[in-house]
């Protein structure tokens, strides 16, 4: 890997005018170590990059960088991060591979590898030649793999449920069926969207009640770090709120098992991950309001008797997107986990 | 150094000797906080307290 | 039953300064059928009530009523409506019954038989005699009986839950365990709260994960209108909205059990139902929004193999309480069951 | 005019998928003097009606109309009701008008008369030839003028500023220099904005501070109608809301002019207008809460010293589009002004 | 001035466990220079401070520290904030003064001199003896002032006037009669409040048209550093924020006073001062989302002919309560001016 | 070194020889941004643009 002059490495965004390539932007503008020297937006091509995000309104010194199209992409970097809509990366994913060490991708192009579902859920992936290799990553689970050029971020809902699963699956805790229960804001959806503020304002409703395409990616991700496997009613609904998402998983533990057995299993998969903060003692339950503007994943799980109510939220626009991409990057690249991704901001309340 | 259980999960807690009433320590299994309390030399502990929340309804 | 002069019936508010008691009394200014006699408050005794209320500020003929303390109640009434917090009318139970006919009841107290719950749940109605008898009364599944004069309403929550499981339960069609994870607005606590608007703003969060008395009430309502008995899991979340209940209940069809006998069942239980809207064909599922303001529940079922997620939203004030309570008394005096509960707001979008 | 059979009165409506335009679908189709018989939409040209409108989702009989292009127009209507995006009807008022008595259009193209500001904020207005006249009209201030076959009816946030100052111009208490400061929810832009609900929400921010259309049209209307001309400083703010204005007009009483003459000026405007509720006495000040769902305008005047706030507030699309439409037809076929217009979810709290 | 031990100054702050006083624990908690060593709060002695902030529910290491009355204050402080509702701090000013170099007062008791207005609006301060000197200190404008032992911070709503008017009265640009539209979220009344979440929430409406106590404290603080006085008229309304301000200042240029005239003033005055971003170009306005949790304030002028509108936006209670006192400290200590004060969060959007 | 007239206020703006198209300057009075633009050696300034905003309405 060859770091730029002055000794930060080059970074590009791919869809660097949307929601998470905002958020991307932001976060590598103040990161120690990356330079951001690409960012592609079709419909923004020559528009000064620091003109266009509100996030740089009180930046200083704004930069000159502008906006390019995708095909423009020339030159190395060390880090390409790609925030382009889903389906979009598998179309030029040769081209922009051979300019590149890794490209984490925020997108869903990659997280999955069953061809059914690929064709079902993610069809451009299997439509475009790829003779690469590519890794599904999860910060907090998964091994490094520098072999892999394509890094794959999980989907932020997708995420966020197997927050609430994971040490109840990988320590074979509770009986297979599992109902997850998503709430999203409407950030989540990318800038461009169909509904209107007025309509989405003072309401609460469905979103999407089945087939959800994070369903798979929440079942593979469990049955790959667990000893057992589980079978997943995943339902989603809609916020009035910009950012964040609460994913509650309801279960029912196995015969014998324990509320202590369920707090040693959460505690000693999450004690000690920077951003998974687990509430391990009592009765504080996590909020939308407190991760959001975060990287931090609230964590909590609430037994009585054989039934188990487990609880994360993330802002999904941080940890469930640019922030987690980041934080693989700063994992991939030898850095502090936490370099550029804590917010002085934290705790404010109410 | 006091040994004393878990008052969730039973596991072994050592409270350090010089430990003073009202220090938090956290169950090293299950992230339990107790709250030392110390009488006339001796040790034990109880829930720590927590976060207050008023959330009314 | 006498009726008042001028050919309407009296109606008593206990708890009429409070959020349920002013929709009552705002329902019950336009009932053609019914005028508002006495209305009690022991802060505001003696305020004129249309100076009170906010949703007085538009009648023309502001009434010269004021408000009185419980204890001065006198004279008789057609039909006293309780809206006192709960714990509180079974304290003066054995007086109010005197003056009235009826006492509809929007609090908890007379919703439980069963006396280990009661102590648990609501205490107070053990603690002081009654010697009249009560009734549970759902006005779309329970019969009217005529001999009670307590008609205890259901809880808002409860209610919105039952209207989600109901089918399912009475033709038999699902396994036992079931989970409702249900969202509120916050109007359902009452006036007096400690959570700050600043506080509810902006966030989602549990309120309770476990141990809601809303719980027994809802396996006990389903008992005894159903083939089979349910194993609930029933969890609360606060929504930063005023108003309005979303109940999510999650079940499992037994085996053979089809998507169309599903929907035969919630068909044949709510078609002709005046304010149970079920929507019977597509991709229409119920929100909070559309429901807000009027005596509504919109109500869907949604299978995919042999998961089954039923929904069902109202406005706690009206469906929840107040409105549910004018309906209950329509029924009891044979007046239309839609009498005073047909806003012509319903439909305003968005 | 002719009426239709069953003696209802044949309606029509231009633009009918947008807000305003359903808004009219909802508050005509249960008007006991109106039917729909032409709803016209370019882009759902052959839906059914109430299979589009949210707002029909809770109608037991949905009606077999569909939608049409808007050159379908066929036939005599007494009614029709235009709301077209500024600048369309121009295109087609030619044509449109023969086929009505009378064209109620919501839109701004025939609220200005002086061709400089035609040109300038209407220009499409000047481009189309129309030979036959038309008239400004608020249905509390201006004679019905029954040659005039368009009714051009206010800018909703123009009408809500005339009503916290006509009284005060009209008799003349006020110096020239008026500041009115408005803030308005996000319906008023339409269905097509390019606004995202997760960058209105949470926020409060400037939408346009100098130069907007309505300036012109408030400054008018008060001059028509007034012994004295306003210089008027007119701003615009966003609310995270989806429905509702409050414009707060700041003014200086001229030498010698009391608060009592303040108060009686309002008074006297105001008394006896149906949906106009002038807050007389006290403490009231007009909110949004209160009026959203309703035709009704509240309005209060506050004065210390020579300092005047007056306030009013409306639902944009009601007072301040269709509802205001529905009261113009109403007067202008001599049916009750309130025949439509009243809902009994006014009052509603909180 | 002496530095506790590790080198950090020791700080108390009074009435820490109120919305002020929380940001005020939180920023201290995390500045190079202060350690908190004492906290106060009547109806939460005795508890642990971590324990009962949200704000402290993600720190690794919750520290020891508990809370104490404030009669329990001991000891000497570098830099006492008081945080207590207004009309405490007179009543314990002597005593408290005892232990410290400085008070830092966010609330109103010291910010007016004159009598007559201190009576009507600040009747404690009279009432109460005091020997010492005070200070009315705004960070970008008032000069330190190291013999006075209480400084005072400004009025959250005051400042944010201030800022949109000091240029122009400083510079001499505008006539006398100023009117000031502001808005405010719901946590600048406090943590104890009446208001209700569902009352307050889907609505905006006046808090106080005439009469608030910052507008004498906006007047004074303008003829203090001014050219010219202000006649204002100064109104309060409420939004369905948490957090937030923006104040709308309406002016009229003198004859002759140009639009580069007013953008040469804001400029000069602004450019420079960390904390001030005053948008020299173009169309950027401020706004209420991209100041909450910071201390920044967005400040525009926008001129059409002689007519100026003049905005600023802060978070109330950041820049205008506990961010403004710890950059006031950092003055005061001789610390770069935005220790502890730099969010990275800064600029997130959406 | 040109010496140019900020388009809002008329000051004096100093853009250097080795400046750039695209580069950005502020007027030093005012505030106002400028974005330079050279061509055949002859550098000029013109607005720089401003942020953009989708609000709809
Ligand atoms: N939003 C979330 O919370 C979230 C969380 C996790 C993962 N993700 C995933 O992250 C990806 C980006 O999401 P987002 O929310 O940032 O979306 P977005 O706001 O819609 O942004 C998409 C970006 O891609 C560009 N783009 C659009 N169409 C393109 C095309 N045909 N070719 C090339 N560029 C194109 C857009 O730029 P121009 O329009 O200017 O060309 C824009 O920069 C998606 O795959 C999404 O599933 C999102
Ligand atoms: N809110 C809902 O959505 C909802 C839905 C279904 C059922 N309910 C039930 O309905 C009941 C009323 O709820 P709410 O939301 O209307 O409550 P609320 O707003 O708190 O009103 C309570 C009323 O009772 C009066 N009151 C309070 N304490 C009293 C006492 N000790 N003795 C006599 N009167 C007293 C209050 O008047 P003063 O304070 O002026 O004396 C007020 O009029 C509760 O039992 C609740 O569980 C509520
Ligand atoms: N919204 C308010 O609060 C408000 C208040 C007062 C006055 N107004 C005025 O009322 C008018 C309508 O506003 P709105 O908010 O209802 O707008 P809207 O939601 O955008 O609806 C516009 C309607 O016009 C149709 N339409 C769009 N472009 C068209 C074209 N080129 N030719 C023919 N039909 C076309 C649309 O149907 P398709 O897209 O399906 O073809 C839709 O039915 C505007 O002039 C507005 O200024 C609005
Ligand atoms: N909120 C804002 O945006 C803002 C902005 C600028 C200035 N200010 C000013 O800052 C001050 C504090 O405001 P805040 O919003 O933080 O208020 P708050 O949330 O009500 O907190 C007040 C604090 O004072 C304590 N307290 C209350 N009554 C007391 C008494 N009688 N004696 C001693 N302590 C008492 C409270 O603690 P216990 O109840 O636990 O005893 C609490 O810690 C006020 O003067 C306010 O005007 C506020
Ligand atoms: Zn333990
Ligand atoms: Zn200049």
Redesign the interface.
Known sequence: MTASEGGKRRAAILGGSGFTGAELYRLLDRHPEFEVAFVSSESKAGFPVDKYFIGSIHKKKPSSLKFSKAEELDGHYDAIFSCLPTGQLPKIVQRVAQHTNYIFNVSGDYRLSDTELLQKHYPETLQHDYDGSFHYFIPEFCEIDRSAKIVNLPGCMAVATIYTLYPLAAEGLIEPRVITDAKTGSSGGGKSTTEHHAERSQNFRAHKLHGHRHRPEIEHALALHSKQSVDLQFSVFSLDLPRGIMATSYSYLKDGVTAADVKKAFYSAYAGKPFLHYFSSGSSTPMIKTVVGTNIAEIGAYVEGRSCVSIATIDNLLKGAAGQALQAANLYFGYPEEAGLQFNGEGAWP | MASLNCL????DIEVEEQAST???V??A?????HEVQVESQLVSIA???????????
């Not at chain 2, 969730?8 to 596991?11: A, F, L, Q």
């Not at chain 2, 299994?29 to 906080?33: A, D, I, K, L, R």
């Not at chain 2, 829930?47 to 309804?57: R, V």
């Open positions: 969730v999960c039973r596991s009202g220090e938090i956290e169950c299994s299950c992230g339990q906080e829930l720590a307290p927590e976060i207050e929340e008023t959330w009314g309804e």
